[in-house]
């Protein structure tokens, strides 16, 4: 009988741990002044294609890591751009309509009821004036825009724009001329950006991302780089700061609107970039876009498709752009997040823990009696 107390106590323990468990509660070129480095931690675009005019709207945002008092870039575009300002709020908005899909699901939740003994589990400063070009270099335009100086440029020759980019201040390392050589080869125009400065205070100015529409018959990112820029960060020291730099990756995020899911390829070959939403946007959503990016809203698709591209490579690889086209899997490419709407079904712990205890105690018993009878039989076996 003793027996019998000592395991019917266990198995009440037991079914009160079981009524405790709850569930709980709900590319483009960098090109600082000489002798400075420059590292881009994080890179955005967002790109509107027009398929029918054969319109590119491309508008970039990157946080740039430099010690340069002035700092430019170059961005290549196969016909001469039309530069815009925009708001910063496009870039968090595009990221905001990445919500993912919302699923609702039902779970049955078995819930202790007249439980009186147990508690209840508890859940330098840029030059101003332009020094003069070349006949082989030709100015297609200038203008101050989003805290920028900009220059559209166009060449005959590499040299010569690259001496022009360093009698202003640019970089013209061999790697850039480098980088530089396709495009002044296929005649594409080349953007010279720089940050403005106040005279007066001799501080940079506060930039915005830039909007450059341009002509072309295939969308694309300029993703290619200069060699120097693909060789792996390796540790250093800053003039100023004693924290050396130390390697790591980087993300670029590229938001496509179009008129249907798109893919990304690298050259002819596939882009590695993985694409974590892709579908089309409410009509609320495609409203927006005309006022924060100043796209006319005829050169948006009328069922606006957003894909999104997001790559960590770094360094880049290849030498060629990525270029855009419609994704042969039309298939929407949304998370899904899953929401329980949990269902209570009470249970009284007592009589469970009193039915197993009896149970039990109950086939404890049934067995003793078994060895009882066994064993006069054995004893007569014997005689």
């Known amino acids: 009988m003793l027996r019998i107390l000592v395991i019917a106590s266990i198995l009440i323990l037991a079914a009160a741990m079981l009524c405790l468990v709850q569930p709980d509660a709900e590319g483009c070129a960098g090109a600082p002044r000489r002798g400075y480095d420059f590292h881009i931690a994080e890179e955005s675009a967002i790109i509107i294609w027009d398929p029918v005019k054969?319109?590119?709207?491309?508008?970039?945002?990157?946080?740039?890591?430099?010690?340069?008092?002035?700092?430019?870039?170059?961005?290549?575009t196969p016909a001469k751009p039309v530069l815009k300002e925009v708001e910063n709020i496009i870039f968090s908005e595009a990221t905001s309509w990445m919500r993912p899909k919302i699923v609702a699901k039902n779970r049955f939740v078995f819930a202790p009821v007249s439980c009186c003994f147990l508690g209840m589990g508890s859940k330098s400063a840029m030059r101003n004036d332009m020094a003069p070009t070349s006949k082989s270099v030709r100015i297609l335009g200038e203008q101050e825009v989003g805290g920028f100086k900009s220059v559209i440029l166009e060449?005959?020759?590499?040299?010569?724009?690259?001496?022009?980019?360093?009698?202003?201040?640019?970089?013209?390392?061999?790697?850039?001329?480098?980088?530089?050589?396709?495009?002044?080869?296929?005649?594409?125009?080349i953007t010279a950006f720089k940050i403005i400065q106040d005279p007066k205070t001799g501080k940079v100015a506060t930039t915005k991302p830039v909007r450059m529409s341009f002509a072309t018959d295939r969308p694309f990112f300029p993703y290619r780089e200069p060699e120097e820029k693909k060789k792996p960060t390796t540790p250093r020291k800053d003039d100023k700061d004693d924290k050396p730099r130390e390697p790591g990756g980087r993300l670029l995020r590229v938001f496509f609107i179009s008129g249907a899911r798109m893919e990304g390829k690298l050259g002819d070959a596939a882009w590695h970039a993985k694409v974590p939403w892709s579908d089309q946007l409410t009509s609320q959503q495609r409203a927006t876009l005309p006022a924060w990016t100043g796209v006319p809203d005829d050169e948006i698709p009328a069922n606006a498709w957003m894909t999104t591209f997001e790559d960590r490579a770094s360094p880049r690889p290849g030498k060629e752009e990525v270029y855009f086209d419609p994704a042969a899997d039309p298939t929407p490419v949304r998370p899904e997040v899953i929401h329980y709407t949990e269902i209570w079904i009470p249970i009284d712990c007592t009589l469970v823990c009193a039915?197993?205890?009896?149970?039990?105690?109950?086939?404890?018993?049934?067995?003793?009696?078994?060895?009882?009878r066994i064993l006069p039989m054995n004893r007569e076996g014997t005689t």
């Open 155 to 189: 060449a005959d020759n590499t040299e010569d724009l690259s001496n022009w980019l360093k009698d202003n201040g640019y970089s013209n390392d061999p790697e850039l001329q480098s980088w530089l050589f396709p495009y002044v080869t296929h005649k594409w125009k």
């Open 355 to 372: 039915l197993l205890v009896f149970g039990l105690a109950g086939l404890i018993v049934k067995k003793r009696q078994n060895r009882t």
């Open 54 to 76: 054969k319109i590119e709207h491309f508008i970039r945002s990157a946080t740039i890591d430099t010690k340069s008092p002035d700092f430019g870039f170059l961005v290549p």
